[in-house]
């Protein structure tokens, strides 16, 4: 799981610093073609992140739902005629499923699932607000010509 750990963390910080260099390009568009450019690329390499993000979450939920379903699927099996040799091994694996769910979590901090996603966006837009309530804060030096 440090995979998943180090992978929310990069597109975390995508999430708060990508949106503060559009801003910053956006507002340097104006005066430069290549700034246009470093702002389309920021905002790809933004929806990359946020796309990644999304189909992260989304598989986590996917599967720990359908983990969770599948102690009905295999009680089912339970009504059908089976040898006795069968049926104790899916007796075997009701416990077993029964006993473990299915849960993708990041270090057991918190869980992988839909929710995730909003409470990643509020953290994120506080940081941005913080990053550029310092950016205004600093005095920007006018380029001489």
Not at 22 to 32: G, K, L, P, T
Not at 96 to 110: K, L, M, P
């Amino acid at each position: 799981m440090i995979q998943l750990t180090c992978t929310f963390m990069n597109l975390f910080i995508h999430a708060i610093v990508n949106p503060s260099f559009i801003i910053d390009s956006f507002v340097q568009s104006r005066n430069s073609y290549l700034a246009t450019i470093s702002m389309l690329i920021q905002l790809l390499w933004f929806l990359f992140s946020l796309t990644s993000l999304v189909s992260i979450t989304w598989t986590c939920t996917y599967t720990t739902y359908h983990g969770k379903r599948s102690a009905f699927f295999i009680s089912n099996l339970l009504s059908l005629d089976l040898p006795s040799v069968y049926r104790k091994q899916v007796k075997s694996a009701l416990l077993q499923v029964c006993g473990n769910t299915v849960e993708f979590t990041i270090q057991d901090f918190f869980k992988i699932d839909i929710k995730i996603i909003t409470s990643f966006a509020g953290m994120a837009l506080t940081y941005l607000i913080v990053i550029l309530q310092f950016d205004s804060a600093t005095p920007h030096k006018k380029p001489t010509s």
